[in-house]
């Protein structure tokens, strides 16, 4: 059941750019959305665009619809919109150094959204705040409620985070690239985490990324964007396994080999471009080794591979490969 | 609890300061030219009168000697007789005391009681016509020396309007209240415009930051994200601030006292500088210091208090 749509969603800043242009997603209760790119390409502001939170003066969405459970988001007042940040949709970061207010105790932190939201008691929120660590597997939560985020490893402070969204019982969570700056062990943790809340809570999940790894192992579906456009999206197996746009193709072949590989590491040519240089046409045309005159002028619609569940490229010349096992975990 | 541990150790560490402060005023007071006896008995007295009043007050002993005695009254509780008053300087400073405290309390209360909501309302309204109008007063406060706008103040409140009396210290509570209203308002006016300023670029780099991003996105209303989360925060700097012109503003009681003549320890210490009344400026400036440096403390303590990271 569709828990969020996103259609033809567009951002714009001052001077008119799209920095998101047309972007159509959707995800279901209980499912993990990867949403991935890289830096610049949108994703972060899209994900912002669905809370009502867009960073900066000037950004501004200019069309598109945003659905939550059927209601048009975008038609929400302050008011109704407060209640639906948090409550409906959570959002954890990068950074969870500095996104926890420094001179305030974890445990505080976790029981506002308690109190805030819920009405709770402090002594309730102070035992639910205990709960929420124990759940997020904080060892010792009962003594750890009262310290402060500077006293919390990285790993650590990102569970707190975890928590601290958790606390307001959000049917969604935005997770903005959560483990980049993690160790690998502890990026593992964190990842198993979410999937063990979805599975516990029902709790759907997107997760911004650019890394093509965390999405094999914890994504059930995929939506790739690149240069503010949607390029590719389906299920995890089908994105990887045979991806249909060139882009989709080049990111997995960019991805080291656990073997070492042999040679040089494969790369895409050149670099993205920046917003107010969005080529005309298909925004990846300049990189795009099968690009034609076509691709250098009308722009590519989202179409769905007619033998698929809901596989879809923007490419006129998309054409199903199928790879060399990039698909594992599970 | 550890982190509130260097309290004890303050005094100890105050030690070697106050000894280095008793120093430097018993010899820059007695560098001062002037005799303090010849003040006391006038230009016609005879030298027998003031050799008898140099030895009276040892004076005529050697200025090491002079040091160990004027630092053996200390260790006693005493700082010295005043040539002048002929009391303890210790007493004198006892009955002086209190209209500078409340001159520097009351002067800080109103400065923080001025700065804390216009801060508020320039950051919280920022590049809005309230944020330009409050920066551009501020500015001018900033710049107005404080002896010309203690000389409008009277001008126009007690002069023009009446509504507060020129200059003194009243005999009981309402009438001191309503005497140190002025001299007050003339502090906190200047001092409320630094603290503005510090507390709104405070604010604005707070609210930039990155958990209250966090705190938006978990439906916090900004009333609340404003008060509980960035205030707090905004705070640790602007007190450190407060301490320094605490301390500053000790010092400008001197002037203060002596323009809306308050008999207060500013006044006294300038009465004694200019009669070489050595014990009196001695004990004034070592009461001037045990403030300036206990003021510290108190900033040190609310810093420790309001940020966990901070460890002294």
Known sequence: MTLLQVSNLTIEDRLGTALVDGVTLSVDR???????????????LACRAMMRLLPGDGLAIRGGEIRLNGADVLAYDDKRMMAVRGREIGMIFQNPASHLNPVMTIGKQIAEGRRWHFGASRREARQQAIELLRQVGIPDPARRVDNYPHEFSGGMRQRAMIAVALACEPKLLIADEPTTALDVTVQMQVLHLLRDLRDRLGLAVILITHDLGVVAQTCD???????????????????????????????????????????????????????????AGCRFHPRCGRATTECTSIQPEMRVDPGTDNHAAACHHAVSVTNRGMVHGQ | MHRFRFVLWRPIQLLPVLFGISVLVFVMVRSIPGDPARILLGVRSTPQAIARIRAQYGLDEP?????????????????????????????????????????????????????LPLATGAARYRGRLADHAIRLISTIGLGLPAFWLAIMVILLFSISLGWFPVSGYGSDWAERLHHLFLPCLTVALALSAVLTRNLRASLLMELQNDYVTAARARGLSENRIFWRHVMPNSLIP??????????????GTVVIESVFAIPGLGQLLVKAIISRDYMVVQGVVLVFALATVAVNLIADLLTVALDPRVKL
Request: include cysteine; charge should be positive.
């Open chain 1, 221 to 279: 579906r995929i939506a790739v964007m690149y240069a503010g456009r949607l390029c590719e999206t389906g299920g995890k197996r089908q994105v990887l396994g045979a991806p249909r746009h060139p882009y989709t193709r080049g990111l997995i072949e960019c991805q080291p080999s656990s073997d070492g590989g042999v040679g040089r590491m494969v790369t895409i040519q050149g670099q993205p471009p920046l917003a107010q240089r969005f080529p």
């Open chain 2, 63 to 115: 200025l090491w000697l002079q040091y160990f005695y004027f630092l053996r009254n200390l260790m006693n509780g005493e700082m010295g007789k005043s040539i002048i008053y002929r009391v303890d300087t210790l007493k004198l400073i006892d009955s002086r005391i209190q209209p500078t405290i409340f001159l520097v309390l009351g002067s800080v209360l109103l400065a923080v009681l001025i700065a």
């Open chain 1, 30 to 44: 209980g499912e993990i959305l990867g949403l991935v790119g890289e830096s610049g390409s949108g994703k972060t």
């Open chain 2, 238 to 251: 602007t007190i450190n601030l407060l301490a320094v012109n605490i301390g500053w503003l000790i010092g």
